[in-house]
């Protein structure tokens, strides 16, 4: 049995590692886009961002609305472009994180199948 739960430490530990790992690199990502747009609050956008990510489907939607609403209120005359910008930043770090970032992740993670007679 004590075999058994090291495999199932083994397992879970690389899941929560390289899910902390997405986490860390899609918060970096929006820090940095949401900075480079010139989004007030980035940093802690960026966070929300990042540890919201780890929602399925809901999580990415959680960082380009409260982005979105924090371009909208502090835009001043630049609004719809910046939420725009808002939307393609965003955009692009989906398309990373899913093409790039999750496939990377997955592929370290230990998934090995173990068969308990």
């Given at each position: 049995?004590?075999?058994?739960?090291?495999?199932?430490?083994?397992?879970?530990?690389?899941?929560?590692?390289?899910?902390?790992?997405?986490?860390?690199?899609?918060?970096?990502?929006?820090?940095?886009?949401?900075?480079?747009?010139?989004?007030?609050?980035?940093?802690?956008?960026?966070?929300?961002?990042?540890?919201?990510?780890?929602?399925?489907?809901?999580?990415?939607?959680?960082?380009?609305?409260s982005a979105s609403l924090?371009?909208?209120?502090?835009?001043?005359?630049?609004?719809?472009?910046?939420?725009?910008?808002?939307?393609?930043?965003?955009?692009?770090?989906?398309?990373?994180?899913n093409v790039i970032v999750?496939?990377?992740?997955?592929?370290?993670t230990p998934a090995h199948?173990?068969?308990?007679?």
């Amino acid at each position: 049995t004590l075999n058994v739960i090291h495999k199932v430490n083994h397992q879970i530990g690389g899941y929560i590692r390289g899910t902390i790992l997405a986490t860390s690199i899609v918060a970096i990502l929006s820090i940095i886009g949401l900075s480079f747009i010139g989004l007030k609050y980035a940093f802690p956008i960026g966070l929300l961002a990042g540890l919201s990510n780890m929602i399925p489907f809901l999580g990415p939607l959680i960082g380009i609305i409260s982005a979105s609403l924090v371009a909208l209120i502090t835009g001043g005359d630049a609004v719809i472009p910046l939420v725009g910008k808002v939307v393609m930043v965003f955009a692009i770090i989906q398309v990373f994180d899913n093409v790039i970032v999750q496939p990377a992740v997955v592929a370290s993670t230990p998934a090995h199948v173990y068969y308990f007679p």
